[in-house]
């Protein structure tokens, strides 16, 4: 890479800037490298240094010996243009030749023109038009990315704000559900302070409670077991801390379940019974 620096002042020379000469692979920087050394823009340093080299020259060396030559000719012929006279009468030719070079020279300095014209890599030659396509390139990278964060930005808001939209739905649920839960404990004492007394002719039944309390009612055997269960959830310990009512069932017998709006006698209860309250 250090051996670059050396062609800074010719790659300019050449419409080509330092930035795209420094990542150049490394292939087309020596192939714009020998443009520049048959066009006669090769630098003093390198040239020098081509000099002091005394190694067994290959073909290939003898040929860019003899361009480094040619092009050291043709820079120093340069250096001597704005002195030499033109000659040009002009009733005999519309071009120009040097009376210092022959024709054969001029010629051949007239093919080396068209090749670097023709054959110069042009992928590397940045102009105007160029640096107005980086600018646009560069805008719309920008605005791309612009763009994509604000839409990031936006899915981010819109996925937090219905997730605080979800919390507050549930927080209502919880307070409609724990406000019911309140309610209907509150009915069903008072459910049980209402229920009308026990009948005179009924049949003594037990309710034991999962406390292991036991509460004591006559029923009818005809009449349902509403009664019952009105008992048991007039209970303060039936109720979680929410106040919501713990789920459980009645049975009776060998693992018979009590229903509630069924006559007792229909449920096969004829006589005194215990129901077993049993959480679920």
């Given at each position: 890479m250090s051996d670059r620096w050396q062609w800074v002042d010719a790659f300019r020379d050449a419409n080509i800037p330092t930035a795209v000469m420094m990542n150049m692979p490394e292939e087309d920087f020596k192939k714009t490298r020998l443009f520049l050394i048959d066009a006669g823009l090769a630098p003093l340093s390198y040239l020098k240094d081509a000099e002091k080299k005394e190694e067994v020259k290959d073909?290939?060396?003898?040929?860019?010996?003899?361009?480094?030559?040619?092009?050291?000719r043709i820079k120093a012929k340069r250096e001597k243009g704005n002195t030499d006279y033109v000659y040009n009468p002009a009733c005999f030719c519309d071009q120009k030749y040097n009376v210092n070079t022959t024709l054969e020279e001029e010629e051949e300095k007239k093919e080396k023109e068209v090749k670097k014209n023709n054959d110069f890599p042009k992928t590397y030659v940045w102009d105007g038009d160029d640096e107005h396509a980086t600018d646009?390139?560069?805008?719309?990278?920008?605005?791309?990315?612009?763009?994509?964060?604000?839409?990031?930005?936006?899915?981010?808001?819109?996925?937090?704000?219905?997730?605080?939209?979800?919390?507050?739905?549930?927080?209502?649920?919880?307070?409609?559900?724990?406000?019911n839960s309140i309610q209907t404990k509150r009915e069903n004492m008072e459910k049980l302070q209402l229920l009308p007394p026990e009948p005179a002719d009924g049949v003594q039944m037990a309710i034991l409670l999962p406390n292991n309390k036991k509460v004591m009612r006559k029923c009818n055997l005809n009449e349902d077991a509403n009664a019952i269960y009105t008992i048991v959830e007039g209970q303060e310990n039936m109720y979680e801390k929410d106040d919501s009512l713990i789920p459980y069932k009645i049975i009776f017998g060998i693992n018979n379940e009590l229903l509630r709006n069924v006559p007792l006698v229909d449920q096969g209860i004829k006589s005194r019974n215990m129901f077993k309250v049993l959480l679920e």
């Open positions: 073909p290939e060396q003898e040929e860019l010996d003899r361009i480094i030559e040619e092009s050291k646009k390139v560069i805008k719309d990278s920008l605005e791309s990315k612009f763009e994509k964060l604000e839409a990031e930005q936006l899915l981010k808001q819109e996925q937090e704000d219905k997730q605080r939209l979800e919390e507050l739905k549930q927080n209502y649920n919880d307070n409609v559900n724990q406000s």
